[in-house]
């Protein structure tokens, strides 16, 4: 008898015994999983993220883009119109209207950049569309002054012209950097 109870109380510890090794084995199966789980979730939320990074990244690309080319668009109008001008002729209703029509393209273009940002770009952009509107103010005072036979202030609107032209050449470059900078940075 002592060996059946021995054999019982062995088979029952055997018992025991394989009951907290399945509980342990399940209860480090769950562990294993949820880690698993863990682990791509974060990958997924980490892709996702550089995926969503790359494409705001494509759309200032865009944006900046288009704002360069229709400045340099507006910049070549406006640089053969000051030839014009310079050379003593006014320019015709429509001249003016062809770089008005620039001119407003070209802040559409600009107002894009507060969807896109970030901050320091659409300062530097804003700044660029304020150039380019003194410039443009610039060309109509000095075509007003020509037409209307107002020679004393030719010189003036012309000196005007010139400092609004360099104020867009350095408006420009300042934008170009800092795009070129948020362009070129990982986030």
Sequence with gaps: MDQGIAGVIAGVAGLIGAGIGGI????????????????????????????????????????????????????????????????????????????????????????????????????KGNRLVQACGAKYTAICNWSSALEQGRGEDVPHCSVEFQAATAADKEARNEFACEARGVLGSAS
Aim: net charge negative; glycine share 8%.
């Design 24 to 123: 342990a084995t399940a209860y480090g199966a769950r562990i294993g999983a949820q880690k698993t789980i863990e682990a791509a979730q974060t990958q997924v939320e980490r892709q996702s993220a550089a995926e969503h990074m790359h494409w705001a990244r494509e759309q200032r690309r865009q944006v900046y883009s288009q704002l360069i080319e229709l400045h340099s668009t507006y910049m070549l109008t406006t640089i053969t119109s000051g030839i014009v001008l310079d050379r003593g002729q006014a320019l015709s209703d429509e001249e003016l209207q062809a770089i008005r029509g620039q001119y407003i393209k070209f802040v559409e273009a600009g107002g894009r950049l507060d969807l896109w940002g970030p901050a320091e770009v659409v300062v």
